[in-house]
């Protein structure tokens, strides 16, 4: 089993920052994708940015420029690194992974980071 820790979510005024963190621990050979995703009240959970193992990068429309994603293998940790925050980046961020344990390959979720945006 593998499991999905993340940090890092809080208060925060408009036009800060925050950074997130998420830890995989568990049964790991390899991580493939590690993504971000986000769920506002009311909204449905939507992709905020992704890094494959390769380190190649994709983000929400809204977060580029403000938003950057990156791993630590050694750590099997992904950050996420926002600034300029505004008050509709509030949401519930998520964290996601693709591992492999040696004999499967799946998909794994955290349990949410809270990030209110507001003065």
Wanted: one cysteine or more.
């Amino acid at each position: 089993q593998v499991q999905l820790v993340e940090s890092g979510g809080g208060l925060v005024q408009p036009g800060g920052s925050l950074r997130l963190s998420c830890t995989a621990s568990g049964i790991i050979f390899r991580i493939y994708a590690m993504r971000w995703y986000r769920q506002a009240p009311g909204k449905q959970r939507e992709l905020v940015a992704a890094v494959t193992d390769g380190d190649s990068t994709n983000y929400v429309d809204s977060g580029k420029g403000r938003f950057t994603i990156s791993r630590d293998n050694a750590k099997n940790t992904v950050y996420l690194q926002m600034n300029s925050l505004k008050p509709e980046d509030a949401a519930v961020y998520y964290c996601n992974a693709d591992v492999w344990n040696g004999v499967t390959r799946n998909g794994y979720w955290g349990q949410g980071t809270q990030v209110t945006v507001s003065s």
